[in-house]
């Protein structure tokens, strides 16, 4: 006797339209909410991300019993990541996702992909050498992608802080944010592309004991300024000079920017090795223009979820941050090849994945090809025809 098959049970709560009740099941069969991915899937292999990171780990395990190589779980994670799935448990859905398994070069109907427990065990696996030889690939990566040498990169060093909840090594109390957590160091270039990521403890000294002392007398005598003068917004001046923290190996130049406002007083620091240029010019000119790293970390954090060091091991949560950078190496790969005039080229991160990504796709596969069906009335069809054919022109 045939076994009997259940149908999966109804979505409750939809309303009839046009008179007519609205039937919704989950038993579509082969379909995908992320078609977009397979655009990815080519940048990806054109950097060769996954292998890059792969060949710096070694792996423990029979090759005679190994179903999932190390570079097809790395390849897996940051894919996940780059299409919004940020947790590692929606591997054990998605490693049954067609456009997912077609992006690891299987077939639809193919073996399941890798396991949440199976990525767990790669992150806990790579240890200190291997995670370093892991850094200097990525730094490969980023000086593979010029066409051309530049005369100048511009470095932007920043921090971030990552708050955390459990009992995670290197984690440590932060006073300003008043919580525990990381202070992991990140860079970009001036353009965008990350370049290192850095786990390391949030405690970090505010340099107010230093620095404070130096610029007493000029915020008083602006907030008396801007008291005295009627109608004014905000009253800026700048000074500079010379000192240092106890942990300096020598004293370095320091331009002071003081703000004052209804809000009070505001002081800003900034430490330069430039002989030349007033105060106001290396603050405002140079110091200012750098802002843009902020929304490369904001990018990266928000919406690639780079504080997802949940990992009790230090070590796990440093591979964590390189599987989000990779995953944004893929998603600005992909801005990369949009026109330079257009609006595209400067779209967030998470409405890039919203609109060439997230596209809902029937996959067939047929004895001799693989059919993808998207919606005809797809609004971003064209942009995305557009990112395929200028694949060639990625540098990797």
Known sequence: MPAKVEPTSLLPGLSPAAGKPLIARFDGGQLSSDGGLLALREVEQRLGLAER???????PRASERVR????????FRMLMIAAGYEDGNDADSLRHDPVF????????????????PTISRLE???????LLRMARAMVGLYCASFRRVPRRIVLDVDDTFDAVHGGQQLRLFNAYYDEYGFQPVVVFDGEGRPVAAMLRPARRPGGAEALRRHVEALEQS???????????????????????????????????????SAQGTDTRFVVTNLAGGTARRIYEDLYCRRGQAEN???????????????????SANQLR??????????????RSLMPKRSTWRVAQFDTLRLRPVKIATRVVALKTRVMLHLPSACPNHAILRLALQRLPRLTC
């Open 296 to 314: 490369h970390i904001k990018a990266w954090r928000r919406h690639l979820a780079a504080d997802r060091t949940s990992c009790s091991r230090a």
């Open 53 to 59: 990171l792969a060949a710096c780990i070694d792996d």
């Open 321 to 334: 941050l390189m599987l989000h950078t990779g995953a944004y190496w893929l998603l600005w790969s992909l």
């Open 124 to 130: 806990n696996l790579p240890d200190l050498r291997a």
């Open 222 to 260: 602006t907030a008396a300024r801007r008291t005295a003068m009627p109608g004014t917004g905000k009253l800026r001046r700048h000074r500079e000079f010379y000192g240092g923290a106890g942990s300096w190996s020598r004293v370095e130049r320091i331009i002071a920017r003081v703000e004052a």
């Open 101 to 116: 398994k077609l992006a690891l070069n299987q077939l639809p109907d193919g073996a399941a992909l890798c396991s949440q």
């Open 68 to 75: 999932h190589g190390l570079a097809d779980i790395l390849r």
